[in-house]
């Protein structure tokens, strides 16, 4: 079935979405092209896991593969309805994914703060459903926590953000908040992961508002 590349902005009822499929009709690469750690596990026990939607996710995996105390980054998609998903299918908004990437971690050399710190400062997280030339449901901006705390540092971060943009003249935050348990993330297929390390003039539509971000106890920048 070939789905029409549309610019939705609105979340699909389940009923809308496609049944997707039991397991990946395309491969994942075993290993980071970049970092050449393993992309989908087994990861050390002393790491931990992020989710971050914040639009492009090509733009973004980059952003967080450059950070130190980075250990993985994997790009996928997450908060949608439809099991593995196809790119045609995302695109056409009717799966309810936004372009997201997984970031595992050393907390003891990278707060989450500072990740989180980034993922603001990135994006225009008052858009809705679009991030520059980016529009539809697959672009909106998310947070998938893991642990009771990111979900603390997540929910305080996008109020301290919010009285930085407010005084900055922006508008309201659209970012939604999720415990990563209720929404299975999905890796992409071996062309969307590091894909700016393949093709550093790709076009991603990612971009800040150029306010910087306030999250709190994290250590200097």
Do not use: K
């Not at 050390?44 to 950070?67: I, K, N, S, V």
């Amino acid at each position: 079935m070939l789905f029409e590349r549309r610019r939705v902005t609105r979340l699909p009822t389940p009923e809308e979405a496609p049944a997707g499929r039991a397991e990946p009709d395309y491969a994942v690469p075993e290993r980071h092209l970049v970092l050449g750690t393993p992309l989908l596990g087994p990861y050390p026990g002393h790491l931990e896991t992020a989710d971050f939607a914040l639009g492009c996710f090509w733009g973004a995996e980059r952003r967080y593969w450059q950070t130190t105390g980075v250990w993985t980054t994997v790009a996928g998609y997450q908060g949608g309805h439809t099991p593995w998903p196809v790119g045609d299918e995302i695109r056409s908004g009717l799966t309810g994914h936004a372009e997201t990437v997984r970031v595992v971690f050393d907390p003891e050399r990278v707060p989450y703060r500072r990740l989180l710190r980034l993922f603001w400062e990135s994006h225009d997280p008052t858009q809705g459903f679009r991030q520059g030339n980016d529009v539809g449901t697959h672009v909106r901006s998310l947070l998938f926590t893991h642990t009771p705390a990111q979900r603390e540092a997540a929910e305080d971060t996008r109020e301290r953000y919010q009285r930085a943009l407010t005084a900055a003249g922006h508008g309201r935050i659209t970012t939604e908040v999720h415990a990563a348990a209720g929404f299975p993330f999905y890796p992409a297929s071996a062309l969307n992961q590091q894909y700016l390390a393949r093709n550093p003039a790709g076009y991603c539509g990612l971009g800040g508002t150029g306010v910087l971000a306030d999250v709190g106890r994290a250590w200097p920048r």
